[in-house]
């Protein structure tokens, strides 16, 4: 599995390590191998790979291309700002810090209103959902899914 481009992934919401949403499930075993695990069934599911990557499934075609930190706060993602600051994005990484990293590359984001008393949602540039646990102040998960 190659290197994530995290900000080309926050910026564009496009892809993920070479997997894009509507890709075939046999796309993603071809790129990057067999996952670490598989939840779900035939019908609907998740791939999960290392370093938190994971790929939805609905049928035989990717919904959802996700990072997630919860679970795998020892991974980090070092990213650069328009500072030239190294900034990591990680399982550890709080809002003020997050938010530091979008202002200071100049990306689009708002907080989400939702009826949800543990998360802050911020969307990024109208593809992208940050999902923080409000009791830590810590990154949850980056992702996109398909509407």
């Known amino acids: 599995m190659g290197k994530v481009d995290l900000i080309n992934f926050i910026i564009n919401g496009t892809s993920l390590n070479g997997i894009s949403l509507n890709d ?8 990057l191998g ?3 695990e598989k939840i779900g069934d035939k019908k609907a ?5 290392k370093k938190g990557l994971r790929y939805g499934y609905f049928g035989n075609e990717i919904d959802e291309l996700a990072i997630l930190f919860r679970e795998w706060k020892k991974y980090s993602y070092p990213v ?4 030239n ?3 990591n994005i990680s399982g550890k990484t709080q809002i003020h810090q997050f938010i530091y990293f979008l202002n200071s ?3 689009k984001w708002k907080v989400v209103h939702e009826k949800n008393l ?3 949602i911020i969307e990024v540039n109208s593809t992208i959902y940050v999902f923080f646990d409000l009791y830590t102040g810590y990154l949850n998960k980056i992702f996109v899914a398909r509407k």
């Open 34 to 36: 067999k996952p670490i």
């Open 118 to 120: 543990d998360a802050l």
């Open 105 to 107: 590359n100049e990306i």
């Open 45 to 49: 599911g998740f791939l999960q790979y």
């Open 85 to 87: 600051e190294e900034i």
């Open 80 to 83: 650069k700002n328009n500072f």
């Open 24 to 31: 075939s499930l046999d796309k993603v075993i071809d790129v």
